[in-house]
Structures are given as C-alpha cells and as structure tokens.
C-alpha cells in the first residue's frame, strides 16, 4: 500500500474514532447539547490529524497491547482547544480556521473559550478512563501531555510569542524557544505517547522526542513559509497574517531559500532519529518527508 493511501485510512479511523470518544452534540446521550456542539465543530471541521497519525504510526512500530486511538485522539483534542483559544479576540483574533468560521465567529466567544476549556480536559478524561486498567500507563500519559500542554511548554511557548509580537523583532534563539514549546513539544508528545502505549524501551522514547522535536521546528519553520506563499484558501487559515502582524518568523529572519534549508535540515535530523527506531519504519519516515513537502 502507497503511502497517501495509508495515511488517508489512518485518517478515516481517526475521524470515525473522534466521533466515537467525542460526547454527542444532539441531546442523545442527555448531555449538554450547545458546548458538545462547539467542541464537534471545531474538531470535526478536518484538520490534518498530523498528531494522532503521528502516535498511531509511532506505536505501530512496537505492535503494541493496548488500543493507541484513545491517545491519539486526546492530542488531537487538546490541539483544536489550542487552536481554538489561539483564535480568540484577546489572543490571535482570527476569522478562519480548518476552511471554516473560527469557533467564536460561528458561536460567540463565551462558547468558544468553553469549548476550548472542554476540549482540554476532555483529553485527559479519554486518558483516565481507556488506559485505567492499566495504571502505569495511565499515569505516564497524563504526564506526558500534561507536560507538554504545561505553562513551561505549550502554554509558556504561546505566552513567549505574544510577549515577542509586542517587540519590533526576536531574536533566532528567542525564536526558536518559542517554536521548541508551542509546536514541537505536541509533536514530542504525539511519538513519545504512541511509544508509550507500544511500551517502548528508555533508549527508543528518546530517539521518538528527538524525532519529535526536529519534526517540530522543521513543521514550524514550513509553516512560517506557507503563511508567506500560500492562499487563504489552500491554508483553510489567514494567510500573510505574520507579515502584516510585522511578527518575527524564519522567513523574515533568514529569508525564504534559507528557511526551506532550515526545515531541510531539521526534517533530516528528524528521519535519522527515526532510522535508529524498531520494527518496520518506512511509513514513520515517509510521514516525516511528506511534512516537510506539504501545501497547508
Ligand atoms: C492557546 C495555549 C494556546 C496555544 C496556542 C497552536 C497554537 C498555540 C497556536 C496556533 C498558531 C500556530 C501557528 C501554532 C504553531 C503550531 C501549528 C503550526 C499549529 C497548527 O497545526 P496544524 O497545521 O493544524 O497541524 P491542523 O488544523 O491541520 O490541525
């Protein structure tokens, strides 16, 4: 099987599996219908589920016992609670993301910030109760996402960059603290959990955060060179905001050319981690280039 076809499966079974561990928005399960609504809303509009696929595909490499998809879709949560607060008035006042109307223009702000605050903990309720059976795993994966949503991390990453927009530049080491925690540590925690769950050894969870954090800065620095090139169509998100925002990014410290070099490098100090994982790598690395060479 191509990779495309893979990854388009792994898709689908990630989307079945959201609509699954997600609480029903239409009253039938009695819960509260408006804030299920808005958490659906914001992680059903189709984003490109590279978290979840990045720990199906990590703890596929150890062929593990437990079901990873609860893990998965936990970071997929709390990314779209991310997403969704990073769009709010107070923070990046956004009008558009996943190709819809953000989720305070389609609720109202009040909904939004709720449904953020839903989807957050939402993921560490999928946590506790998939892997309860099994404690020690549990408990390892409540840590690692925890840490990586903390205020040291994505949290303090967030907190860094709108601090950095208020200055008339950063500087690359500013830049890349920022990056390290906002971006990369959920890419961290996306293969590390997906190792977690395959039991992996010591010695491979540090080559999967290894992985994770060079895919990170790579995705982030092709991120800032899409927001330079790309349509706000094709991105399904504003485009040309960091720009107009006069905010630092790799394009406006090095330059176009040599930010693509930089997520050239990074991507491949991503694939030697992932060359000295077990068990069958190929789709794991293919993941990692396709990252690199994607459109949005
Ligand atoms: C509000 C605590 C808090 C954090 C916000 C996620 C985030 C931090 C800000 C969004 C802006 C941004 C450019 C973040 C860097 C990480 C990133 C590129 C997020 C977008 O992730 P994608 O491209 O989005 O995987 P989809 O929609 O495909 O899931």
Avoid at 11 to 23: G, K
Avoid at 33 to 42: G, N, W
Avoid at 117 to 125: K, P, R, W
Avoid at 207 to 213: D, M, P, V
């Amino acid at each position: 099987m191509d990779t495309s076809t893979k990854l388009n499966q792994i898709i689908a079974q990630v989307e079945v599996a959201i609509d699954q561990l997600v609480p029903a928005h239409d009253g039938s399960d009695a819960g509260p219908v408006r804030i299920h609504a808005a958490m659906r809303y914001s992680l059903q509009a189709g984003g490109k589920r590279v978290r979840p696929v990045l720990a199906l595909a990590a703890a596929a490499l150890f062929k593990p016992a437990a079901d990873p998809m609860p893990a998965a879709i936990a970071l997929e949560c709390l990314h779209t609670y991310s997403l969704v607060h990073d769009d709010l008035p107070c923070m990046d006042n956004d009008d558009l993301r996943r190709g819809r109307p953000t989720a305070h223009r389609q609720f109202d702000e009040a909904t939004a910030l709720l449904a953020g605050d839903a989807l957050l903990t939402h993921a560490f309720v999928l946590l506790a109760t998939h892997y309860g059976t099994a404690p020690q795993l549990a408990t390892a994966l409540v840590r690692e996402l925890a840490e990586a949503a903390s205020g040291a991390r994505l949290v303090g990453g967030q907190m860094q960059d709108l601090l950095a927009e208020k200055k008339t530049s950063a500087t690359a080491a500013e830049l890349d603290y920022i990056h390290l925690n906002k971006t990369a540590a959920m890419l961290e925690a996306s293969l590390v959990m997906g190792g977690l769950v395959g039991e992996a050894t010591p010695v491979d969870l540090a080559n999967l955060r290894t992985a994770g954090r060079h895919l990170g800065l790579a995705f982030q620095i092709v991120d800032d060179v899409l927001d330079a090139t790309a349509d706000s169509t094709t991105l399904g998100k504003t485009a040309g905001k960091d720009a107009k925002a006069g905010k630092t990014t790799y394009v406006s410290l090095h330059g176009i050319e040599t930010a693509r070099r930089l997520a050239q490098e990074q991507t491949t100090a991503a694939l030697e981690a992932i060359r000295s994982l077990p068990g069958d790598t190929a789709f794991l690395l293919q993941l990692a280039e396709s990252l690199l060479a994607r459109a949005k």
